[in-house]
């Protein structure tokens, strides 16, 4: 059983992306601080799919948020590609809960949000493309209201893909889903990671979610937040979630945590 | 009758009309039957109103009202939309002005109109000037709150994009709080047309307030000032439903919930 | 104490155990009055970053009113600037309330203003809201009743002032008429729609838990539109306020709408008129204030939580 192990690189990938070095995150209000991260040191390699698992408001939010540049540690640093992290940048797009989506656009304009900068022909070309890619298409005059929550969740990802982005940061996206769809939605998001190969940071609170899709699994505790443990996945893509060593990686998490196993 | 049945469409035409066919019937024998003075009947009414049609003078004087309130209303929105989007995006800048507005905001608007005339003059602009103070502060608080009340990962989303702050008001704020401002633009249309009638019946000598005091004032016909009051409520609500038109249009009517 | 000494530079190289008793030793004092040296300095170092942070607070609390003294300052210099016989200075404003006080009017007019917007607002209150809730409970009564309440409620209620001096004569129930007209129809619509938007799943639940229509009403409906109607209440009163100091400029002759009136037909003195326009600001506001406090009452804020 793996525990709290030195971090192995993938084979494929090449070269540091994510870098974080004694991160401390202190929140302080009206005299009282609270620590909720706590000399948090991670490395993310490129085109790597790394999951942040543990607890609800254990701090894999605040975590997130600070790598992403909405949040400045209170002491460490925050590097991707050996450059500071120092606020929000389109090279790295965050993925809320679908409620992200702006609802006063069409899935053509959220798609094409990002894209000011392009010409008009070649943004109508790249929305077009993106649309195709997460399977809306047909959909591109339709606002969000009219869409179903895993329509709207695939329309924020087709947003943040279309700025072509480094790294991709997602924030409990398929949290107000329902189960089937959220187990069609991971099939969807590692096929389109296996087209546009991203570096991506994924947060939740479901164990199986985090087996099924990363690479690595970074296991927080409750806050203050530290890491506890980083489990390699070393099973290749499509994954058997009935594999004995699917189940072996899954149970050690489980074990570390704390939780029953017998319900 | 099935209480929980779900009503039909029909039904939506059928029990107002039912409503008001039984308001008319009651007023009529009321007045029939009480041989009172102090109130019109409907038939009476019903004869003024065709009255003032006949004479134009109806069509005038909606005009007016409705010209006066266009000049206010929109002044009120063209000045209290940029103010309050400033004062919802720099908190500091609301909490120095706040105090001001809201010792401002309960006097009045015909309280404002001595000091109105020394300003303006008896006459339209006058009125227009306090149409202008009563739609003013209703406008300016709800661009306020639409702002304040944008939610926090629209905002990160668009300076995660790359947005610059100008770029981050016009094209995430704005939009976001748009139906709050709806609202608020519409219940401001709704005060401006009360302050509009009460100005002109004190300020001014034309329009539909001006007709219900001058109806009573030249020869007690309250039959025109009832007729008066009548279309000043209709004018008024047919103003609030074409505002809530434009919350129907889709990139507004997702603010409204189911 | 530990300054920019020799003997430091070979203080910073020791870790924290060695670096006291080298300064025990160098002082000559016991380690326990060191650390209570060391930790009232501690102190005295928060208390002044503390009293900074105080100053700033309180000098950020104190923006508006630097704000509004600009305004005033401003407004008194345009008047000495270009002397309008008709508009007052502030200080005249001020001399104008003194006035009033000293012939003890201001008492007089505030509380009669006060008393009609109690008598008017109460009798909306008590007719209005009962007969919403009743109406709204009901999708057809509510769908006969709406579009005629859509159009009454355009209706300024000063526009009523004929019928209203024709039934009630001028004075005080005039003005009462008013005041309740101008806050009927908002109440009514403010019950109608408070019934309008009860979850039907709290309807549900206590019809499942056998609540009979009694039980339902006093157990259910009733705390579930008690946050609306609050709201509605409130901002009812601040139209109540509105519309009785428009209805005292025509149709009495006390209150703060009547002082505006008469100080300046009687003798221009619009010193006064500014007054009472202030006047009516500050109590319009105390109201409003007065009403927010009670959507804190615990029990009704369960309507206002930010989740």
Request: net charge positive; hydrophobic share 50%; glycine share 8%.
């Amino acid at each position: 059983m793996s525990s709290g192990e030195v971090i192995i690189s993938p084979p494929h990938m090449v070269g540091t992306k994510l870098q974080v070095e004694n991160l401390n995150v202190i929140f302080t209000r009206d005299g009282k601080s609270t620590a909720v991260l706590q000399d948090i040191n991670l490395e993310v390699s490129e085109g790597e799919f790394v999951c942040l698992v543990g607890p609800s408001g254990c701090g894999k939010s605040t975590l997130l948020n600070t790598l992403g540049g909405f949040l400045s540690p209170t002491s460490g640093t925050v590097s991707i590609d050996g450059e500071v992290v120092r606020g929000p940048d389109p090279r790295r797009i965050f993925v809320f809960q679908e409620r992200g989506v702006f609802p006063w656009l069409t899935v053509e304009g959220n798609i094409g949000f990002g894209l000011f900068k392009l010409a008009h022909s070649e943004r109508q070309v790249r929305i077009a493309h993106y649309v195709k890619m997460v399977g809306l298409g047909g959909f591109e005059d339709a606002y969000p209201s009219e869409l179903s929550g895993g329509m709207k969740q695939r329309l924020e990802v087709a947003r943040a893909l279309a700025v072509n982005p480094d790294m991709l940061y997602l924030d409990e996206p398929f949290g107000a889903l329902d189960s089937i769809t959220r187990h069609t939605m991971r099939g969807e998001l590692l096929r389109i990671w296996e087209t546009e190969r991203k570096t991506i940071v994924f947060v939740t609170h479901d164990i199986d979610e985090a087996v099924q899709l990363a690479d690595r699994v970074v296991v927080m505790s409750a806050r203050p937040a530290v890491i506890q443990q980083i489990v390699k996945i070393d099973i290749p893509h499509p994954r058997d979630i009935s594999s004995p060593r699917y189940l072996e990686l899954r149970d050690g998490i489980l074990q570390q945590i704390g939780l029953a196993h017998k319900i | 009758m099935n209480p929980l049945a779900e009503p039909n469409k029909w039904e939506r035409l059928l029990w107002p009309m039912l409503a008001s066919a039984l308001l008319l019937v009651l007023w009529h024998y009321a007045v029939l039957w009480s041989g009172t003075k102090v109130l019109p009947s409907p038939l009476q009414v019903e004869r003024g109103m065709l009255e003032l049609l006949y004479k134009n003078v109806l069509w005038q004087d909606i005009g007016s009202s409705l010209r006066r309130v266009a000049i206010g209303f929109g002044a009120a929105t063209a000045l209290g939309i940029p103010l309050g989007l400033i004062l919802g995006w720099y908190p500091a800048a609301n909490q120095i002005v706040n105090p001001v507005m809201q010792i401002l905001r309960p006097i009045s608007p015909i309280a404002w109109i001595p000091v109105a005339i020394i300003l303006f003059g008896v006459g339209d602009n006058a009125a227009v000037f306090l149409i202008f103070l009563g739609a003013f502060f209703p406008i300016v608080v709800a661009c306020v709150n639409g702002v304040s009340n944008v939610p926090l990962f629209y905002r990160r989303a668009g300076r995660n994009f790359g947005l610059m702050p100008a770029q981050l008001l016009t094209r995430v704020v704005f939009p976001a709080a748009l139906p709050q401002i709806i609202i608020g633009l519409r219940m401001a249309l709704g005060i401006a047309w009360l302050v509009v009638v009460a100005a002109e019946m004190v300020a001014v000598d034309s329009g539909l307030g001006y007709l219900v005091i001058d109806a009573r004032n030249s020869g007690k016909r309250y039959d025109l000032v009832v007729a008066a009051m009548i279309t000043i409520g209709v004018v008024g609500l047919a103003l609030d439903s074409g505002f809530r038109r434009l919350e129907a249009i889709k990139s507004i009517r997702w603010g409204f919930g189911k | 104490m530990i300054g920019h000494h020799p003997r430091s530079l070979k203080l910073a190289r020791m870790d924290d155990d060695h670096a006291l008793d080298y300064v025990v030793d160098a002082v000559g004092k016991s380690k326990l009055e060191c650390a209570r040296i060391a930790s009232k300095r501690q102190h005295q170092v928060k208390n002044a970053k503390r009293e900074r942070k105080n100053i700033l607070n309180l000098l950020v609390r104190l923006r508006p009113i630097a704000f509004i003294a600009v305004l005033l300052i401003a407004w008194q210099a345009a008047v000495s600037r270009h002397p309008v016989h008709t508009l007052p200075s502030p200080w005249g404003v001020v001399g104008g309330i003194a006035d009033l006080l000293r012939h003890g009017l201001l008492f007089k007019y505030v509380v009669a203003s006060l008393f009609r917007v109690t008598w008017g607002f109460g009798l909306a209150t008590i007719i209005g809201i009962p007969l919403g809730l009743i109406i709204g409970w009901n999708r057809r009564s509510e769908m006969a009743i709406n579009p005629l309440v859509q159009v009454f409620r355009p209706i300024s209620p000063l526009a009523w002032i004929p019928l209203a001096i024709l039934w009630f004569g001028v004075g005080d129930s005039a003005a009462i008429f008013l005041i309740f007209l101008g806050c009927f129809f908002p109440l009514l619509l403010t019950a109608i729609n408070a019934v309008k938007n009860i979850p039907s799943v709290y309807v549900n639940a206590g019809r499942n838990f056998g609540l009979r229509p009694p039980d339902l009403v006093y157990r259910v409906l009733y705390p579930a539109v008690v946050p609306q109607l609050l709201i509605g209440l409130r901002i009812t009163l601040g139209i109540a306020w509105l519309v009785v100091v428009a209805a005292e400029m025509i149709a009495v002759d006390s209150g703060l709408g009547f002082l505006i009136v008469d100080a300046r037909n009687a003798g221009n003195r619009y010193d006064l008129v500014v007054a009472g326009m202030v006047m009516i600001g500050l109590i319009g506001l105390l109201l409003d204030t007065a009403m927010r406090s009670l959507e804190t009452v615990k029990s009704f804020r369960w309507a206002y939580s930010e989740d």
